[in-house]
């Protein structure tokens, strides 16, 4: 099946259906299907180019590899107070369902680095960032809540959705639908959650998306797979990097296993089931799993 896709031409700050900035071209003009990464560009199926176009007016926040906020057509996220500042509006951004009070707030900013100061500088930051921000986004004072306007796009939470989708596709054998979910997903958690900030409550998020990654990696690959064709090639390339990524994960093996089974190199496939056999036994004794030694016996039977 042949996924009709156009070409975007990338900046830094890019991502797929969110903050779209500087986008040089949108022409269909590329008749392949996948994930390119050469000369700076990607290739994105026409489905996610529409909805990107539909959310064209909607308040856009990108907190994975360069922080950009968009909202009204224009970027305000230069206006923002510093590191503080940033890793402040993280926090609201991901905690935006309910009022944090304010000791919550110290922690996430300073953890236990509290300045002398700190419910001054506290107060200094969000002073700064009342300014920076639309008016009515930052309510409250005693407790704090960002009131992001209806329909706001966060990278973070498309990624979370998206994988959810993609695995309910997954499991409908829907290829087409989990093959896009899964590719928007992995383009949010294949980057860093505000690379240029530190803070407990990052490294928690941070963990969480590298679970989506890996999740989405996955579920990319079995709709690569599904897809077939020239989609194989995909498969391939995604189970390898599940396994380098995650080496107990016995699914990057599988899928492997089935891309190379497709493109008719059985031998190497039965070669994986073997390292990750050798591999279980001797840093875990245990064996692989029954659905691969299923897939075993059907590539001997082949």
Request: hydrophobic share 45%; aromatic share 4%; with cysteine.
């Amino acid at each position: 099946m042949i996924l009709p896709d156009v070409r975007l031409d990338v900046v830094d700050d890019l991502v797929v259906g969110l903050v779209p900035c500087d986008i040089a071209a949108l022409a269909s003009d590329h008749s392949g299907h996948g994930l390119s990464f050469g000369s700076g560009w990607r290739t994105i199926p026409r489905i996610l180019a529409r909805e990107m176009a539909a959310k064209a007016d909607s308040t856009r926040i990108q907190l994975c590899g360069r922080l950009a906020v968009e909202t009204d057509g224009r970027r305000i996220e230069e206006a923002l107070p510093g590191r503080q500042g940033r890793i402040l509006f993280g926090f609201l951004v991901l905690q935006r369902e309910r009022a944090l009070d304010r000791a919550e707030l110290l922690d996430a900013v300073w953890g236990e680095r509290l300045p002398a100061n700190a419910a001054s500088a506290l107060t200094v930051q969000l002073s700064k960032l009342r300014t920076a921000l639309p008016r009515g986004w930052l309510a409250g004072r005693s407790s704090v809540e960002l009131q992001l306007p209806a329909g706001t796009i966060v990278d973070v939470e498309t990624a979370i959705t998206s994988v959810h989708r993609a695995e309910s596709a997954v499991a409908l054998r829907e290829w087409p639908r989990a093959w896009t979910a899964a590719l928007a997903a992995q383009l949010v958690a294949d980057r860093r959650l505000l690379p240029e900030c530190e803070a407990p409550w990052l490294d928690d998020w941070r963990r969480r998306l590298e679970d989506v990654l890996l999740r989405a990696i996955e579920a990319y690959a079995a709709a690569c797979v599904g897809l077939g064709g020239t989609e194989v090639t995909g498969a391939d390339r995604s189970a390898r990097r599940l396994v380098e990524l995650a080496p107990y994960r016995e699914s990057g093996y599988r899928l492997l296993m089935e891309a190379l089974a497709v493109r008719g190199n059985a031998a190497e496939a039965l070669l994986v089931y073997d390292r990750l056999r050798i591999v279980l036994h001797e840093e875990l004794g245990v064996a692989p799993s029954r659905e691969l030694q299923d897939v075993h016996r059907r590539l001997l039977g082949a």
